[in-house]
Each structure stands twice: as C-alpha cells, then as structure tokens.
C-alpha cells in the first residue's frame, strides 16, 4: 500500500485544518488506517484510527471531541478533520495503514506515508 499525505500547514490555535492520505495499490480493504504525530525528540503517537470496511473511529484522548477520521472509498482517501487547533497539536502528521484491526502502536504498521507538517501558533 502506498500513502500520501497533504493538508497540513500553519494556523491559528483554535483553528482548523483537514489533513488527506491518499491510498494506492493492492487491495487494501481489510486493513485498518491509523493518523500519528510526532514532534522531534518524542516518539511517534497515534492519534485516531479507522478501518475502510467499518463506520468505527478510534481517537487518542487528547483529541477526542475536536478531531474526526474518516473515509472517502471511492476516492481511496482517509480524512483527518482538526478542528480548535491547539499550540501543543503542532507536530509531523503521518497517515500509516496494516492489516486487520486499529491499534495503537506504530510499529504494527507496515506502510506509511510522507508526513506532513502542523504548526499551530499560539
């Protein structure tokens, strides 16, 4: 599976920002698509989390009630909607997919796509 990442970008905290993944190749209907973040100098963090084939999302508590994951299937596309925007979200946003169910661990996933750059000023 190949991903590619866009929409990230400089905004106001308490902003919002719509971050795309494009996914291509085999068949990926049974794989689970998963946002991270990471900083320098921190570990990558998972973020929110949803399969292709199941109206469920998962979020991280420290975004739950302001960011929605979701899918466009006939586009290949996962969605991350960012909405009041906190300085503390900037980060390099990574959209990653693996087979089977959402986790929350980044090494379970196998393919990952570019990242791309939050900055949330205060």
């Known amino acids: 599976v190949q991903l590619q990442a866009s929409g990230g970008g400089l905004v106001q905290a308490g902003g919002s920002l719509r971050l795309s993944c494009a996914a291509s190749g085999r068949d990926f209907s049974s794989h689970a698509m998963g946002w991270f973040r990471q900083v320098p100098g921190k570990e990558r963090e998972w973020v929110a989390g949803i399969k292709w084939t199941d109206t469920v999302t998962y979020y991280a508590h420290f975004v739950k009630g302001r960011f929605t994951i979701s899918t466009d299937n006939a586009r290949s596309t996962v969605f991350l909607e960012m909405n009041r925007l906190k300085p503390e979200d900037t980060a390099v946003y990574y959209c990653?997919?693996?087979?089977?169910?959402?986790?929350?661990?980044?090494?379970?996933?196998?393919?990952w796509g570019q990242g791309t750059l939050v900055t949330v000023s205060s």
């Open positions: 990653a997919a693996k087979w089977g169910v959402v986790t929350s661990t980044s090494s379970d996933y196998d393919s």
